[in-house]
């Protein structure tokens, strides 16, 4: 499955709007912001060297060649259980900036069906794409639209929060970008958000 291939599909698919998407609850409306209420859900994840506007094309290929048959079935218990299996598209796509002793690298996430759970989930024949859960908790949530660059993204994390910290609330962790769409969608319809993970107090 060629990066391409995948962008075609994305962008019809938006157009569909047939996407499923992680649960989630609004939980408040702020005037710049919303705080979502995010249920656990299951990814498939790779990880590149350097940042978001240089590790985009790696990424999707190896996460879309996962899911459109680059696997083989969680359970072999007989020869016809070897088979790839072809998945569903999902929204959104998220990456995560990583910094440790080898460097800057990004990590691509692509939400996986509901459908599925631990047990079932095919196994990718790619050691680079690796199989994991994104806990669920609270999240504040700033949607723009346009183009979808490494700097505009963190021109809305600091929008975002500049917003939370007038409104005494702490975020921890690290910014994840969101994205909705495929690079040929119109900048204006494209829905991009930063969702920054919110400290919750014991008392809530």
Do not use: C
Request: proline share 4%.
């Amino acid at each position: 499955m060629s990066y391409f291939r995948y962008i075609f599909v994305l962008l019809v698919a938006s157009v569909a709007n047939a996407y499923e998407e992680p649960e989630y609850e609004v939980l408040q409306q702020m005037d710049d912001y919303e705080i979502r209420e995010y249920a656990s859900y299951l990814v498939a994840e790779t990880r590149v060297d350097g940042d978001f506007d240089r590790t985009g094309n790696a990424a999707f290929q190896r996460l879309a060649g996962y899911i459109f048959g680059d696997n083989r079935r969680a359970i072999s218990n007989s020869p016809e259980d070897s088979e790839s299996v072809s998945m569903k598209m999902t929204i959104p796509v998220t990456r995560e900036r990583i910094e440790d002793e080898d460097g800057r690298s990004t990590v691509y996430r692509f939400v996986m069906e509901r459908a599925y759970d631990q047990e079932t989930l095919p196994l990718p024949n790619d050691d680079r794409v690796t199989l994991g859960e994104v806990k669920g908790g609270r999240f504040a949530v700033l949607r723009y639209r346009g183009r979808i660059t490494e700097e505009r993204f963190w021109e809305h994390v600091r929008m975002l929060e500049k917003s939370l910290k007038r409104d005494g609330l702490t975020a921890i962790g690290e910014p994840i970008s969101a994205v909705y769409n495929g690079p040929f969608t119109p900048p204006m319809f494209r829905r991009n958000e930063v969702l920054l993970r919110l400290a919750v107090h014991q008392d809530e």
